[in-house]
């Protein structure tokens, strides 16, 4: 069997599909990967909102009963009113 530049050509653009090919199913299923890590993430992020918000309206409510009126009622009912609708959707 005798190699000729057709078949040394021919080798390497097979080999060079093939690489291509494996590399976009590892871009890919990268890609996938760090999806599912960013909705971790989202998922954490939002947990720590939800508490920070709570303790935001723990604060408010506590000086509203100390006698602070007029903007901490406004705040207390915009927060209020927002976990509600979060709740609902």
């Known amino acids: 069997m ?5 078949t040394i050509i ?3 653009s097979v080999i060079t ?10 871009a890919v299923y990268r890609w996938y990967l760090r999806q599912g890590q960013q909705d ?9 909102q ?21 903007p901490v009622t406004e705040a207390i009912n915009k927060i209020e009113k927002h976990i509600n609708q979060q709740a609902h959707e």
């Not at 599909?17 to 590892?26: D, N, P």
């Not at 971790?40 to 720590?48: G, L």
């Open 2 to 6: 005798y190699i000729t530049t057709n």
């Open 10 to 12: 021919t080798t390497a």
């Open 17 to 26: 599909a093939l690489v291509v090919i494996f590399s976009a199913l590892f």
């Open 40 to 48: 971790r993430e989202i998922k954490n992020i939002k947990d720590e």
């Open 50 to 70: 939800c508490l920070l918000v709570y303790g935001v309206l723990a604060c408010l409510k506590g000086m509203k009963e100390q006698g602070c009126n007029g």
